[in-house]
Nanobody, 122 residues
Framework: QVQLVESGGGLVQPGGSLRLSCAAS????????MGWYRQAPGKERELVAD???????NYVDSVKGRFTISRDNAKNTVYLQMNSLKPEDTAVYYC????????????????WGQGTLVTVSS
């Protein structure tokens, strides 16, 4: 089936930068909206940023001006460039995608990556 493979997480000092990537693979007819969610210990999962197939972006207020989401449709890949990282950005980051596959008919699916840990600490 469709899989999302994430990479780029790790340990970084406050003020540093990381770039997350998420590549979709499998039998995909159409790759629609893609996004990044995060979940810190003891907190609910929240939407960080998403991007439509046409390139329209949306960000949670806490990351505006610091994070940039982008996509490369030729590679079925979405990126999250994270600058000026803060300790409160520490969380497991999950890639999300809405895809259309064809079996007998069309199927609309929501797919999640396995998560990648981002730790911002001195």
């Amino acid at each position: 089936q469709v899989q999302l493979v994430e990479s780029g997480g790790g340990l970084v000092q406050p003020g540093g930068s990381l770039r997350l990537s998420c590549a979709a693979s499998g039998s995909i007819f159409s790759l629609n909206a893609m996004g990044w969610y995060r979940q810190a210990p003891g907190k609910e999962r929240e939407l960080v940023a998403d991007i439509t197939s046409g390139g329209i972006t949306n960000y949670v207020d806490s990351v505006k001006g610091r994070f940039t989401i982008s996509r490369d449709n030729a590679k079925n890949t979405v990126y999250l460039q994270m600058n000026s990282l803060k300790p409160e950005d520490t969380a497991v980051y999950y890639c999300n995608a809405r895809v259309v596959v064809i079996i007998t008919g069309y199927r609309h699916l929501e797919v999640w990556g396995q998560g990648t840990l981002v730790t911002v600490s001195s």
